[in-house]
Nanobody, 125 residues
Framework: VQLQASGGGSVQAGGSLRLACEVS????????LGWFYQTPGKECEFVAA????????FYADSVKGRFTMSRENGKNTVFLQMNMLKPEDTAVYYC???????????????????WGQGTLVTVSS
């Protein structure tokens, strides 16, 4: 199983970035995909998730209204559209995949089985 994240970069506050995560080695439509971020010295934190087969999307309160997660099952890819970026969004962003994750656990990184390598997002003020 491989998850390949891309799209990170450096932007000014208020700008936008679109992250992508291509997944291989699994039946993509059956998996919940999530995005997490990590800053130095801190644990990985939940950003957003999208369930397989139209099960809905979930967001951290800090990104609601600014970030949108979507998936293209035909391309085995999920996206995270990040708008109105803030300096506090600066982090390494990881995508993760898990199967049969119940809604109450969707923000728990331990519920995900597979992780990508991370992509760095830097937002300057």
């Amino acid at each position: 199983v491989q998850l390949q994240a891309s799209g990170g970069g450096s932007v000014q506050a208020g700008g936008s970035l679109r992250l992508a995560c291509e997944v291989s080695g699994v039946t993509f439509s059956r998996y919940t995909l999530g995005w997490f971020y990590q800053t130095p010295g801190k644990e990985c934190e939940f950003v957003a998730a999208i369930k397989g087969n139209g099960g809905g999307t979930f967001y951290a309160d800090s990104v609601k209204g600014r970030f949108t997660m979507s998936r293209e099952n035909g391309k085995n890819t999920v996206f995270l559209q990040m708008n109105m970026l803030k300096p506090e969004d600066t982090a390494v962003y990881y995508c993760a995949a898990g199967q049969r994750i119940i809604n109450s656990q969707i923000r728990n990184r331990a519920a995900y089985d597979y992780w990508g390598q991370g992509t760095l997002v830097t937002v300057s003020s």
